[in-house]
């Protein structure tokens, strides 16, 4: 048979019996580039496929993206593979039929000649697929062996698999005219792929932004409540390296996300957001995020961090973990201790030796204070009026919120001696717990920060329980006490919204007010102590 050479390197297709034609148009012998043999063909593909896929899963470092170097390295060690696949062919002779086949009818039949064919045919498709860029057939392959990269790396592995196939492919042809395999030999060691930089937090969230922006995704008023948003995400997370916020860096966020008062940036300008909850606890500011504005933010963050993980800022969304709130009633919507609950947390707290630690918190549920109103008492907060020992919650040391929040509060029976006790010969002014107002005159930032660490492990199963959620319980336990609304809103220092009463009525004496108090029927007191 007559073979005609070509100037790219290949010989002119011959002419084939019909009755070999069909073999020459199945896929599986164009892939294994060597069997008539349909079998044998797909098993010998998913053989070579299986250890090249195995070899780039081991070098792929979760969808990190690579340099052009690396990607050079791993064409290598493919082009290898290939080239050790077509030795181990050759040697086997692999292109020859076995006996039963079409050649046992034509023993004549020019099966190198043959070979040589099939190998031009395939090579004329993979120089004009590089000539026109056409990456159709290595397009998939690079996309199932680096998944997660980005675009341009997965069309550059694309392009250099094509060249690898056309390589490979050339070098059989000629060593069917018996010129020598290139020796090409594989990398023992895996070449490394550096991570990608993992940015900070404040500058991932600049890129998103200005991503939105530029699609004009959003009018300049969400941008500039989105914006809000993300800085307040990033103080309560801490502005940190991408990689390195966690999914409890997102139950922190998702438990004091909702502290956050209404409208806080009108009411609290300049103020890191740990500051501003801080803040609206000292001013006895109860207008919170209402639940539909917290699941609004949530969303929001959670499409940020799915944004992040599409652009390779990050491998998995740690935002999964903030889940919708219950858009009820604000009164049902916050959650109150249960007396199981409220046994464990006392009994850690009991283990901590920082009066403010022990005492805050049974004050808040045996009084129904705020964590700023019970941080900042000063000995003589604690006295007598009218016969009854009460908390004075005064301004003397510290804002309050309105006249409301100025109030006489009896003093339980379960903790009174133990208060009296400790109170006894305290310096006058002095801080009754050691605490130190902050920057911003709060006595309770760290104090907060702390309780609510404690009670995390006190008490996981409840992600939305908070160290506030003891002055929620005293409002739910008097009301299950058949108390009426005005005298729980007058201990808490809440206005009366009810004319008859809020206007013209008068606060009820201490007295009346101490056998409200006394109604309290609660699981801890200071035994504990």
Known sequence: MAVQKRSNGFVSRTVVPPDLRPLIRRREIVRSLGTGNSRDARQRAVRFEGRVSALFLRLRQDGAAMDHNQIDALVHQYLADALRDIDERLAAGQWKMARGDASSRDGDYDWNAFAQSVLAERGEDLQDALAYNRLKETLPEAERLL??????????????????????????????????????????????????????????????????????????????????????????????????????????????????????????????????????????????????????????????????????????????????????????????????????????????????????????????????????????????????????????????????????????????????????????????????????????AYLSKRLNAILDQACPENDRLVTYSLRHTFATRLKYADVQDHAISELMGHGVKELSVGRYGKRLDVTRLKEVVEKLQLPVGVSTL
């Not at 070449?191 to 937090?201: C, H, R």
């Not at 491998?315 to 046994?343: C, G, Y």
């Not at 007598?384 to 040391?397: F, K, L």
Request: proline letters at 7%.
């Open 147 to 444: 998944p997660g990269a980005p675009q341009e790396v997965i069309h550059l592995l694309a392009r250099r698999l094509l060249e690898a196939k056309y390589e490979a492919n050339l070098a059989e042809f000629r060593a069917l005219r018996g010129e020598p395999l290139p020796r090409i030999v594989a990398t023992t060691t895996v070449p490394a792929v550096s991570p990608k930089e993992s940015p900070l937090l404040s500058a991932m969230v600049a890129d998103y932004v200005e991503f939105k922006r530029a699609g004009r995704k959003w009018t300049r008023k969400t941008e500039s409540q989105l914006r809000n948003l993300f800085r307040v995400m990033t103080e309560i997370l801490g502005d940190k390296p991408v990689r390195d916020v966690t999914k409890e860096d997102m139950r922190e966020l998702y438990r004091l996300l909702p502290q956050m008062p209404a409208h806080a940036t009108k009411r609290y300008p300049g103020l890191s957001a740990v500051d501003v909850i801080a803040a609206a606890d000292a001013d006895g500011q109860d207008e919170r995020l209402s639940p539909k504005s917290q699941n609004d933010y949530f969303t929001q963050i959670k499409s940020l961090w799915k944004w992040a993980v599409e652009n390779d800022y990050i491998d998995k969304s740690p935002a999964v973990v903030l889940k919708a709130v219950d858009e009820t009633a604000a009164w049902d919507q916050r959650p109150a201790f249960t007396d199981d609950q409220m046994v464990e947390y006392f009994s850690a707290l009991s283990s901590q030796e920082d009066p403010a630690t022990l005492w805050v918190p049974r004050l808040m549920l045996y009084a129904g204070l705020r964590t700023e109103e019970a941080a900042k008492l000063v000995p003589e907060d604690v006295r007598e009026e009218q016969g009854v020992y009460v908390v004075d919650i005064n301004r003397n040391h510290g804002r309050l919120k309105t006249k409301n929040a100025d109030r006489l509060v009896p003093i339980h029976s379960a903790i009174l001696p133990a208060l009296l006790k400790y109170t006894e010969g305290r310096p006058v002014g002095a801080n009754l717990w050691g605490l130190k107002p902050n920057a911003n005159g709060v006595h309770s």
